[in-house]
């Protein structure tokens, strides 16, 4: 009996080994990808707007993490400042696949693109006079990887 007990435990941490290592293989490793130019080209393209003011963007590869922060002039509305929140994701997924052959989709209107299965979005857009006021800002807003949730617009 009780080795017909240990044959079964033995059985089931067998299974349990065999998924969890069929799980960990499938699971996507993350690309090595090129930020630099890619961050210079979005700041440089949006900052042609004549609302914004300032744009921030900073890569966290160890914590899988991409921060996009903007001010825009005071004279802003609310739903242009999350049309450019929108714009921006969109802006920066589409300018890191144009440097980077390994990522194959690129963002359309109904998904963030390749880049944002593997990275966490955190996003920022405020007025100029509300930069201090977190509570007050447009968009503050944190997107999972993979979930590819819309700026509410």
């Known amino acids: 009996m009780k080795t017909m007990k240990k044959r079964l435990i033995l059985l089931l941490c067998g299974i349990i080994l065999v998924g969890i290592v069929g799980c960990e293989s499938n699971k996507k490793e993350i690309p090595k990808l090129i930020f630099d130019e890619a961050v210079e080209s979005t700041i440089n393209e949006l900052k042609e707007y004549e609302y914004v003011k300032d744009v921030h963007i900073q890569v966290s590869e160890e914590e899988s993490k991409i921060v996009l922060t903007a001010v825009l002039s005071d004279s802003t509305n609310e739903k242009t400042a999350k049309e450019f929140a929108d ?27 390749e880049l944002y299965d593997y990275y966490d979005i955190n996003i920022g857009i405020s007025s100029l006079s509300k930069v201090n006021d977190i509570k007050s800002w447009y968009v503050n807003k944190f997107i999972l990887k993979g979930s590819h949730k819309q700026i509410d617009i």
């Open 87 to 113: 714009t921006l994701i969109r802006r920066f997924g589409w300018w890191v696949n144009f440097y980077n052959d390994v990522l194959e989709k690129g963002p359309n209107k109904d998904y963030y693109g």
